[in-house]
């Protein structure tokens, strides 16, 4: 057991510095790690041993997805060694593994070369988690792709133009689908309950302005499905007006037939909304005016305290600068008097 795992060890190195084949392996006295290395390289265990290291590392590479049918050719190759009673017979048929995926590994560079573009669009589907929004179609978007894997494999000069250009249009509608259902959803939902809550009827001017900027969302997306920014930026501005849309009617609805005392009620309590913002602000109270002249009263002395507070920072930071400018200075000084003091 012990010597197995030896054997599986010293293969295992072996193959990770690529080395080649040399003589059988007889322990002498005297022998270097690098004698009994050189000895080994030709025996069955390592030729074996070697071989399945080569196999574990291309399904890493995913040679069996671009070269399917090489791959199970060199697992092939590996079983009729592992059978050979011939020593000489099963080293020679392992050693074809090597050959085998090198051709593999030839084939999937030409295969990512050739159908790069469509690579470059399933990675875009796979971002936007098109997997999980449209599942079905998105399988059937890798099947498509992993049949024309499988025809260039088969013959490497089909012309394969035709069915990438029909694929790759697949999944532009396939990317566009998926951001209209992801991104847009949330913008959908509020609008409907606006639309449910008849808002149509009781912020008419709002309710329009939500339903064009839900359509202004989908057009970007499907003009601009690769640009990820515009496309947030459009759905968060639809998000945005939907929910306005559906808050603001439920405060009309809530305001028509309202009695006079019920009327006060409401502009009262708006007013000490306001009120509540001025004493926050440290602010004179503002209630003597009419409730727009309050809301510009807080604007401006926003706007003031701005700029106060830029003005003082600017401040800070000239100060700052001119007293790091005057301590380089002192430094430089003391620097050179050091020098000075040990030329003397």
């Keep these: 057991m012990g010597v197995r795992l030896i054997i599986t060890a010293l293969a295992s190195l072996l193959f990770l510095y690529g080395c080649s084949s040399q003589p059988d392996i007889n322990v002498y006295d005297g022998d270097t790690p690098a004698d009994l290395s050189k000895r080994y390289l030709t025996s069955r265990e390592y030729a074996l041993e070697n071989g399945r290291q080569q196999l574990k590392q291309a399904q890493d ?118 951001l209209l259902s992801s991104k847009l959803g949330s913008a959908h939902k509020f609008f409907k309950r606006a639309r449910q809550e008849d808002a149509e009827r009781y912020t008419p001017l709002t309710f ?58 409401v502009a009262l309590k708006t007013e000490q909304l306001l009120h509540n913002i001025a004493q926050h602000m440290k602010l004179d109270d503002l209630r003597a005016m009419s409730l727009q002249d309050q809301s510009l009263a807080i604007i401006q002395a926003l706007e003031n305290q701005q700029t106060r507070l830029r003005q003082m920072l600017e401040k800070e930071y000239r100060d700052g600068r001119a007293q790091d400018k005057q301590r380089i200075q002192e430094l430089e000084q003391q620097l050179g008097q050091t020098s000075a003091e040990e030329e003397n």
């Excluded at 997805?65 to 190759?77: C, F, I, N, T, W």
């Excluded at 025809?151 to 689908?177: F, G, M, R």
């Excluded at 939907?242 to 006079?260: C, F, H, M």
């Design 61 to 178: 590479e995913e040679l069996s997805y671009y070269s399917p049918k090489r791959l199970l050719l060199a697992k092939e190759s590996l079983r009729e060694a592992q059978q050979q009673k011939d020593d000489q017979q099963a080293i020679d048929q392992a050693n074809q593994i090597s050959d085998i995926l090198a051709q593999a590994r030839e084939h999937k560079k030409r295969v990512r070369e050739k159908l790069t573009v469509l690579f470059a669009q399933m990675r875009d589907l796979h971002k936007i988690h098109a997997d999980k929004v449209h599942p079905k179609t998105y399988q059937q978007a890798e099947d498509s792709l992993a049949n024309l894997v499988r025809q260039l494999e088969s013959d490497p000069e089909l012309n394969t133009q035709p069915q990438a250009s029909q694929l790759s249009q697949s999944l532009v509608a396939l990317q566009i689908d998926t």
């Design 208 to 265: 329009r302005q939500a339903e064009q900027a839900l359509q202004e969302a989908e057009q970007t997306i499907k003009q601009h499905y690769q640009s990820l920014a515009k496309v947030d930026a459009s759905a968060a501005k639809a998000e945005h007006m939907a929910q306005r849309a559906l808050y603001l009617s439920r405060e009309v609805r809530s305001l028509i037939n309202l009695s006079a005392d019920d009327a006060e009620h």
